[in-house]
């Protein structure tokens, strides 16, 4: 895998997706103290038990794909990555599920099952032209 250097994505309130150790992310959520309930992004409220006792974990890198399918239009800015690509969702340890890209599947999307490993990826510049870095996963 190689190390990437950028801007992590951020979610609707500005927070970034994920961080970086030594070139390697790992996804922020948050857990409920209240019930153990994880989701990511992160959020303040407890989406099961509605308390407001979430605090930020980083998440496990690997998981299964949970489900899967192939994008043949590109979302827009500042995604600039070529189409098609394969997207859908991972399922953690956790028993959080993480909506991604699948790095590397071109128009196969990876069977429900497979074992992918999280990393970071260039997918676009910002308005002053550093790379910002998107969460995606590849097969083990
Ligand atoms: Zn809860």
Redesign the pocket.
């Given at each position: 895998m190689a190390t990437q250097e950028g801007m992590p994505l951020t979610d609707v309130n500005g927070s970034p997706l994920f961080t970086l150790k030594n070139g390697k992310p790992e996804l922020i959520g948050t857990k409920?103290r209240?019930?153990d309930?994880v989701v990511f992004p992160k959020r303040p409220q407890?989406p099961?038990?509605f308390?407001e006792?979430m605090e930020e974990i980083l998440l496990s890198t690997r998981g299964k794909v949970f489900s899967s399918t192939v994008l043949y239009q590109a979302p827009g800015a500042p995604f600039d990555g070529e189409v098609p690509y394969s997207i859908g969702n991972v399922e953690l340890p956790e028993q959080v599920l993480i909506q991604s890209r699948f790095s590397g599947s071109g128009d196969t999307p990876y069977p429900i099952g497979t074992e992918v490993e999280l990393q970071a990826e260039i997918c676009g510049k910002d308005e002053a032209g550093n790379h910002l870095l998107m969460h995606t996963f590849v097969k083990v």
């Open positions: 409920c209240n019930c309930t407890c099961k038990c308390t006792t």
